[in-house]
């Protein structure tokens, strides 16, 4: 009896979910990566709650605002203030300019809301907050500071991005050294195309990221809900969303290129040879966001480079510095950045991940 059976390959997207499946259960049995995670929540967690309460205790006595008499009926309803009432826009510059009062609202005919907010050296974004609708600020003093806000939230962006991006595109680089360096890959693209694996290591990560991402923004949501900072809350909302969709795009473009970067190595000590660049590109829009979020030229110029906008653009949001369609040009600049970086890593994956030994070079990784 003729016991032989042809077993024909899985189909290509039967074979990209087998290996999303691999990939993302393998992570979600390592006790380092849940422990690590349920950490990362924990502190977030932690820290969403402080600041609401921080935030609350603040306002307790109420932000010290100069108002102008005909500007008046801008601040009725609006909860938290100290109200001054001055005859005019003069006497409100003196009392901001002395240090009386945090800000002054004053009619302006020209303003979308009606009114404008004068600051010395900078407006705090829980002042702007405050308002149903965020008013145009003019500065008297222009200086190099900001709020605490602000800076808390480039911290917040950041950091994200960093952790996220470089833990999920180092745990890339590594599968793909370790098949090689095993040779289980000669055996997995045996059985399901090259493209095919790239894709499920590639979608399995991201989709560990992005719940990495959308529970942190649960969370944040959750925290701020509890300590009643409805205002705060407000004026997130949109940066937070903007934020895990850059995400989506940016890690995809960064996970490519890391597995990419890794198939050119066949040793895991060598993988920094080739996967330090992008490493370095993570890291830069943490410090470039650190040391500038209160620099509207860098924080614009980040918001349009691909690597660097899934930082630069929430952040830009969040502290009013952006124009309506800005994300929707950057979204499309990183979604074509993004589909390059796809094809050019596919092409390096493909062509570098039988060569064993000896690193390969960029050029023989891209030619055909």
Same mark, same amino acid.
Request: with cysteine.
């Given at each position: 009896?003729?016991?032989?059976v042809n077993v024909a390959a899985p189909p290509f997207a039967q074979s990209v979910?087998?290996?999303?499946?691999?990939?993302?259960?393998?992570?979600?049995?390592?006790?380092?990566?849940?422990?690590?995670?349920?950490?990362?929540?924990?502190?977030?967690?932690?820290?969403?709650?402080? !600041?609401?309460?921080?935030?609350?205790?603040?306002?307790?006595?109420?932000?010290?605002?100069?108002?102008?008499?005909?500007?008046?009926?801008?601040?009725?309803?609006?909860?938290?203030?100290?109200?001054?009432?001055?005859?005019?826009?003069?006497?409100?510059?003196?009392?901001?300019?002395?240090?009386?009062?945090?800000?002054?609202?004053?009619?302006?005919?020209?303003?979308?809301?009606?009114?404008?907010?004068?600051?010395?050296?900078?407006?705090?974004?829980?002042?702007?907050?405050?308002?149903?609708?965020?008013?145009?600020?003019?500065?008297?003093?222009?200086?190099?500071?900001?709020?605490?806000?602000?800076?808390?939230?480039?911290? $917040?962006?950041?950091?994200?991005?960093?952790?996220?991006?470089?833990?999920?595109? $180092?745990?890339?680089?590594?599968?793909?050294?370790?098949?090689?360096?095993?040779?289980?890959?000669?055996? !997995?693209?045996?059985?399901?195309?090259?493209?095919?694996?790239?894709?499920?290591?590639?979608?399995?990560?991201?989709?560990?990221?992005?719940?990495?991402?959308?529970?942190?923004?649960?969370?944040?949501?959750?925290?701020?809900?509890?300590?009643?900072?409805?205002?705060?809350?407000?004026?997130?909302?949109?940066?937070?969303?903007?934020?895990?969709?850059?995400?989506?795009?940016?890690?995809?473009?960064?996970?490519?290129?890391?597995?990419?970067?890794?198939?050119?190595?066949?040793?895991?000590?060598?993988? $920094?040879?080739?996967?330090?660049? !992008?490493?370095?590109?993570?890291?830069?829009?943490?410090?470039?966001?650190?040391?500038?979020?209160?620099?509207?030229?860098?924080?614009?110029?980040?918001?349009?480079?691909?690597?660097?906008?899934?930082?630069?653009?929430?952040?830009?949001?969040?502290?009013?510095?952006?124009?309506?369609?800005?994300? !929707?040009?950057?979204?499309?600049?990183?979604?074509?950045?993004?589909?390059?970086?796809?094809?050019?890593?596919?092409?390096?994956?493909?062509?570098?991940?039988?060569?064993?030994?000896?690193?390969?070079?960029?050029?023989?990784?891209?030619?055909?």
């Open positions: 009896m003729n016991t032989d979910i087998l290996v999303t499946e691999r990939e993302i259960g393998s992570k979600l049995r390592s006790k380092a990566f849940v422990i690590s995670t349920a950490i990362l929540f924990v502190g977030a967690l932690i820290g969403v709650i402080w !600041l609401g309460f921080s935030a609350n205790s603040a306002s307790t006595s109420g932000t010290p605002v100069a108002v102008t008499s005909d500007a008046t009926q801008y601040v009725q309803d609006v909860p938290g203030l100290d109200v001054t009432e001055v005859a005019d826009r003069t006497a409100a510059e003196s009392l901001v300019t002395s240090g009386d009062v945090d800000a002054a609202v004053v009619a302006d005919a020209s303003s979308p809301v009606g009114f404008t907010l004068i600051a010395d050296e900078s407006a705090g974004s829980t002042l702007l907050l405050t308002f149903a609708q965020v008013p145009p600020v003019e500065v008297l003093n222009p200086g190099d500071t900001d709020t605490a806000l602000g800076y808390l939230a480039a911290i $917040g962006f950041g950091i994200v991005f960093l952790m996220a991006a470089s833990l999920f595109g $180092g745990t890339i680089a590594q599968s793909v050294v370790e098949e090689k360096q095993t040779r289980v890959v000669e055996l !997995l693209i045996s059985a399901i195309p090259v493209r095919a694996l790239l894709a499920g290591k590639v979608i399995g990560n991201t989709v560990l990221a992005m719940g990495q991402v959308l529970i942190l923004a649960s969370i944040a949501i959750v925290g701020l809900t509890v300590t009643g900072q409805t205002e705060l809350l407000r004026g997130l909302g949109g940066p937070i969303a903007w934020f895990a969709v850059f995400f989506l795009f940016g890690f995809v473009l960064l996970a490519s290129l890391f597995a990419a970067a890794a198939a050119m190595v066949s040793r895991q000590e060598d993988i $920094g040879s080739t996967t330090t660049p !992008l490493t370095l590109l993570i890291m830069a829009p943490y410090f470039l966001v650190i040391f500038f979020f209160d620099n509207p030229l860098v924080l614009k110029i980040m918001s349009y480079v691909p690597f660097s906008a899934p930082v630069g653009m929430p952040l830009r949001l969040f502290l009013g510095e952006a124009q309506w369609w800005e994300p !929707l040009l950057s979204l499309a600049i990183l979604i074509a950045t993004c589909v390059a970086a796809i094809a050019i890593g596919a092409r390096i994956y493909q062509n570098s991940l039988l060569r064993m030994g000896a690193r390969v070079k960029l050029r023989d990784a891209l030619s055909s």
